[in-house]
């Protein structure tokens, strides 16, 4: 169906690793297209030093899939994802917290479940487009890293705790934590990708994202969440450099349902400022917050902090 030179594409682009590839390279057959060799090889390696491989991006966009996965099946439904869809390369870990949300409001209650389903559909994609390359889903934090936050925008007391699980305004606030940061993640790694087939795939998980934060957004404003938002919003920038890539949703008298900047372009974030927000981190490190042990994959240290 494909020739050499496009399946050698497909594989170099999609695998994680060097080893990643060979594997992929012996389970799809193409030894009998006659590209594995000092060419085929060479063609990986040189694919590898220009940067990431697609398969590293696509994995670090399952790890941050996992953990909004787990958090929305959690409040909509009271239950964690399936076993057979958390295995794969690195550590497996479990859930700590989550639990089902009593909604008030049945309109929101509707939401959080489609939310959770798109993030499930989500992490069932990028498994299988990864295949054998794929990572295992990484232990993550629902309880602690809730309250770490929380108390980072100052919306709790030093000795407070906070329950995303508790009430829906609690839920909406944990879910801003997230959405804007996944649509700032897929934003900032659309044009590390190569293989363009995952480029439009990527591009449509970013508008899902989007939909989902304008969801969130737009919920939080019509409850008058603006204040709580805004310490939120500023601690996420606190802790992902000195630019300014996050806002609130305005006041009462003007709403700011949609961030852009001056041209009205929606924010990126590269995978090591990402990683700092759900480290929970400024600093460099390779652990913490959301994800006690680290994500799983290549691209797991959060960046530096600013000086």
């Excluded at 695998?15 to 030894?31: H, M, Q, T």
């Excluded at 030093?158 to 305004?169: K, T």
């Amino acid at each position: 169906m494909f020739g050499k030179t496009v399946v050698r594409d497909m594989i170099v682009r999609s695998a994680e690793n060097p080893a990643d590839r060979r594997i992929f390279l012996k389970s799809a057959g193409v030894a009998g297209l006659g590209v594995v060799g000092a060419g085929a090889l060479g063609a990986t390696q040189s694919a590898s030093a220009a940067g990431p491989s697609d398969g590293a991006i696509l994995n670090f966009a399952l790890n941050l899939e996992y953990l909004e996965a787990e958090f929305y099946q959690q409040a909509a439904f009271g239950k964690s994802l399936p076993d057979n869809l958390t295995s794969g390369k690195g550590p497996r870990g479990g859930v700590v917290g989550g639990r089902k949300v009593r909604f008030d409001s049945p309109v929101i209650a509707k939401y959080a479940r489609e939310i959770a389903m798109d993030e499930l559909d989500h992490v069932k994609f990028l498994r299988t487009a990864l295949g054998g390359a794929k990572v295992s889903r990484p232990k993550i934090d629902l309880k602690h890293s809730f309250t770490a936050a929380a108390r980072a925008a100052k919306l709790i007391g030093p000795n407070e705790r906070f329950d995303p699980f508790a009430n829906e305004n609690n839920f909406l606030l944990a879910a801003f934590i997230f959405e804007d940061v996944g649509v700032t993640a897929y934003k900032g790694a659309a044009p590390l990708i190569n293989n363009k087939a995952f480029v439009e795939a990527a591009a449509g998980i970013l508008a899902v994202e989007a939909y989902h934060a304008g969801i969130i957004r737009t919920v939080c404003y019509s409850k008058n969440l603006n204040n709580a938002v805004r310490k939120i919003s500023d601690a996420r920038d606190s802790l992902d450099g000195k630019t300014q890539l996050d806002q609130g949703i305005g006041t009462r008298k003007r709403a700011n349902l949609v961030p852009t900047d001056r041209n009205g372009i929606v924010f990126s974030r590269s995978a090591d400022r990402v990683l700092n927000i759900v480290y929970l981190n400024p600093g460099k490190t390779n652990k913490g917050g959301f994800y006690p042990e680290g994500v799983n994959g290549s691209i797991r240290t959060s960046g530096p902090k600013p000086r």
